[in-house]
Every structure is written in structure tokens, then in C-alpha cells.
């Protein structure tokens, strides 16, 4: 089983520029989510997917962030335009609760950082 | 709204020490807990899940015990290794969301 997928690994971009991430999670895995981690802190959730409907939204800045799950697997957040606030790790995970629920697993990341 | 806290902020060992992490949570209403390792400049590595109805979950060298009345978690680490050095997250599961607290940052030194 390949886990979660994210790409890419490392990006680094000047402030104003946009950029968008990319997330492959676990096949058969219907709950998707992103996860942004400042240096130093625990992952702060981003938004949460339930196939393709994003169900929390809650704590993404709206103003400059996007998220879209086309047909319920793939996902993708876009910063538009970035900030240098923005750098930050962004984490994706996907979960499948219920009977035989085995917890979230988390990709490797993708490490942003706004110049 | 949840809130995690960790402690230690920190720990430095010698290899061979029996440690004690602790996870507080202040909403006792969750659905599971887990135990995550994370690398410097890496993702999460799941190491222990809890669901709500357990006290304990083994893996090895590692014990993750679970008091949820009290809004407790304790990540016990036997015989450390060097290998173990990392940060150590624990999360409570609340309404399909894991609330991480700042972890616990571990150096084990040969």
C-alpha cells in the first residue's frame, strides 16, 4: 500500500505568487484532510473532506485559501497569493472510521516557504 | 473547544531509560486517541491508536495507556534507544478531527 501521497516535498516561492499543493490519500479512505504545522507547533486543521464535500471549513483564511476534491480521491489546496505568514509545513491525511477503524494516516508533507 | 497539552516540553536521556510521556486533554467527549512520532522535516508516524472503550494499546516498546474520564494519556517508551530521538504528538479524535498538542521533542544520547 503506497500511504499518502503529497507532492511536492519542498517549495519555496516569493510572497504574492500562488502555489498549490497536491494529495493522493489511502485507496478507499473517504475522509480527507489538511493539516498546516507551524514550526514548533502540533498540526492545526485546515479543512476536511467527506468524499468531495468539504464538511469543515471552518479554519481555512478563505480569503486567500482554496480546496477542491474532485470525484471524492485526489485533492488539491491553493494559496493565492501567498504571504510570508504562509510558510509553514502542510500535512495531508485521510482516515476511514467506523468498523475497523485504524486511525489517520498522514503524508510526508509538503514544506513551504514564502520569501 | 479541546485543548492538548504536553508534558515535557522536552527531554534529554541517556539509552536505556524507561520514559514517561504525558497528553492532557481538557473534553473528555472523544471518539479515540493517537500517538504520533514525527522526524525532523518529516510527516506523522502513527504509532498507537486508542479508542475510547480501551485503557491500553502495546506496540513493541511502547504502551499508550488512556484515562478518559480524567482527560489523560501516558506514552510509555522501555529500554530508549538513540533511534527513538524524535517528537512525540498525541491527538485526541474529537467530531472526525484530531486536536494535536505541541509534543514532547525526545533525545536519547548513547
Known amino acids: 500500500e503506497a500511504g499518502v501521497v503529497q507532492s511536492p516535498r519542498y517549495k519555496i516561492i516569493e510572497k504574492k505568487q500562488p502555489v498549490a499543493f497536491w494529495c493522493n490519500p489511502i485507496s478507499g479512505h473517504n475522509t480527507l484532510y489538511w493539516y498546516r504545522q507551524n514550526l514548533g507547533q502540533g498540526p492545526e486543521l485546515l479543512i476536511r473532506?467527506?468524499?468531495?464535500?468539504?464538511?469543515?471549513d471552518s479554519q481555512l483564511p478563505k480569503d486567500r485559501f482554496s480546496a477542491e476534491r474532485l470525484k471524492g480521491v485526489d485533492s488539491t489546496l491553493k494559496i493565492q497569493p501567498a504571504e510570508l505568514g504562509d510558510s509553514a509545513v502542510y500535512l495531508c491525511?485521510?482516515?476511514?472510521?467506523?468498523?475497523?477503524?485504524?486511525?489517520?494516516?498522514f503524508g510526508s508533507g509538503t514544506r513551504l516557504t514564502v520569501v | 473547544k479541546q485543548e492538548v497539552t504536553q508534558i515535557p516540553a522536552a527531554l534529554s536521556v541517556p539509552e536505556g531509560e524507561n520514559l514517561v510521556l504525558n497528553c492532557s486533554f481538557t473534553?473528555?467527549?472523544?471518539?479515540?486517541l493517537q500517538w504520533f512520532r514525527q522526524d525532523p522535516g518529516k510527516g506523522l508516524t502513527s504509532l498507537l491508536l486508542i479508542q475510547s472503550s480501551q485503557r491500553e494499546q502495546t506496540s513493541g516498546r511502547l504502551n499508550a495507556s488512556l484515562d478518559k474520564s480524567s482527560g489523560r494519556s501516558t506514552l510509555y517508551i522501555a529500554a530508549s534507544q538513540p533511534g527513538d530521538s524524535a517528537t512525540y504528538l498525541c491527538?485526541?479524535?474529537?467530531?472526525?478531527?484530531?486536536?494535536f498538542g505541541t509534543g514532547t521533542r525526545l533525545q536519547v544520547f548513547p
Open positions: 473532506y467527506e468524499n468531495e464535500e468539504a464538511v469543515d
Open positions: 491525511a485521510s482516515s476511514s472510521p467506523g468498523q475497523g477503524d485504524y486511525g489517520y494516516t
Open positions: 473534553d473528555s467527549a472523544i471518539y479515540n
Open positions: 491527538a485526541p479524535d474529537n467530531t472526525d478531527k484530531l486536536i
